[in-house]
T-cell receptor, first 115, second 110 residues
């Protein structure tokens, strides 16, 4: 079956511009996560969605970052007024459910470069 | 704060030379420890979940083990196609997020 898909695969932008990154989770997966992977660093949790519950935004690094999810489908991560330190690979993951221990399945990521 | 430390940062092996990767962790109420494999330019690929100390899981040439403080990923008679970065992550009590280590980059030479 289809895995998690993300678009675009690469995004180059200028400092100060806004960017939108998209994630399509595995069909039927109710939980969706965003992580950031900076060069040489481990994955950092950003935000988590589960069904219609309020999202866990505890990992968002600043108010320039926001994310939305429509029901149990597509999610978009928006970064406003991008800075050079936002350059990273942004990874989306989905899982069958939340609560308990469940495997998260990752997409290929969007590589963001801020010039 | 939950923390994961992986060692070594990089490991070079000859084909057939067995070795182990280490993942040390501190977490409040471990719910699960995960191993992923990541190839260049791709997202992490799920390998194993371990739930409690003493548990072991195997898949082909890989075997993961868990104690109360660390996990090991044993690679037996590796092949060049096992070359990748191996990531360890933990899920703590009351949390849905995973906390990742920086990974071990494994290179297996033919």
């Amino acid at each position: 079956g289809a895995g998690v898909s993300q678009s675009p695969s690469n995004k180059v932008t200028e400092k100060g511009k806004d960017v939108e990154l998209r994630c399509d989770p595995i069909s039927g997966h109710t939980a969706l996560y965003w992580y950031r992977q900076r060069l040489g660093q481990g994955l950092e949790f950003l935000i988590y969605f589960q069904g219609n519950s309020a999202p866990d935004k505890s990992g968002l690094p600043s108010d320039r970052f926001s994310a939305e999810r429509t029901g149990e489908s597509v999610s978009t991560l928006t970064i406003q007024r991008t800075q050079q330190e936002d350059s990273a690979v942004y990874l989306c993951a989905s899982s069958l459910r939340a609560g308990g221990v469940v495997e998260q399945f990752f997409g290929p990521g969007t590589r963001l470069t801020v010039l | 704060e939950d923390q994961v430390t992986q060692s070594p940062e990089a490991l070079r092996l000859q084909e057939g030379e067995s070795s182990s990767l280490n993942c040390s962790y501190t977490v409040s109420g471990l719910r699960g420890l995960f191993w992923y494999r990541q190839d260049p330019g791709k997202g992490p690929e799920f390998l194993f979940t371990l739930y409690s100390a003493g548990e072991e899981k195997e898949k082909e040439r890989l075997k993961a083990t868990l104690t109360k403080k660390e996990s090991f990923l044993h690679i037996t008679a590796p092949k060049p196609e096992d070359s990748a970065t191996y990531l360890c992550a933990v899920q703590g009590g009351g949390s849905e997020k995973l906390v990742f280590g920086k990974g071990t980059k494994l290179t297996v030479n033919p």
